[in-house]
């Protein structure tokens, strides 16, 4: 099992960036593959990016490829998401998700281990 804890958010002009951490306690962190997600007020969960246990793969929403980059410190016991060229419509909480499984990584039902969110706001 595996403890999840974001950071990072904050309230940040459009094209602005802003970088997000996801601590990570509990079991061993090299051995999940993790995920970041989003939610914004009235709409459902949606898939970000997602990275392989070792980082050797990354996977990102059309939405934000280009812009975002998910990154881990294993080390650290930490994965992170590096936002550019923010925009209004990511404005959400955002959130870090575990699996144990490389399969289905865009599939928010797919992960067993959440953080409890960091909010992102971005003013225009």
């Known amino acids: 099992q595996v403890q999840l804890v974001e950071s990072g958010g904050a309230l940040v002009q459009a094209g602005g960036s802003l970088r997000l951490s996801c601590a990570a306690s509990?079991?061993?962190?090299?051995?999940?593959?993790m995920g970041w997600f989003r939610q914004a007020p009235g709409k459902e969960r949606e898939f970000v990016a997602a990275?392989?246990?070792?980082?050797?793969?990354?996977y990102y929403a059309g939405s934000v490829k280009g812009r975002f980059t998910i990154s881990r410190d294993n080390q650290k016991n930490s994965v992170y998401l590096q936002m550019n060229s923010l925009n209004s419509e990511d404005t959400s909480v955002y959130y870090c998700?575990?699996?144990?499984?490389?399969?289905?990584?865009?599939?928010?039902?797919?992960?067993?281990?959440w953080g409890q969110g960091t909010q992102v706001t971005v003013s225009s």
């Open positions: 998700a575990a699996k144990t499984t490389g399969v289905r990584l865009s599939d928010s039902g797919d992960y067993a281990y």
């Open positions: 990275m392989s246990w070792r980082g050797f793969n990354t």
């Open positions: 509990g079991d061993t962190f090299s051995l999940y593959y």
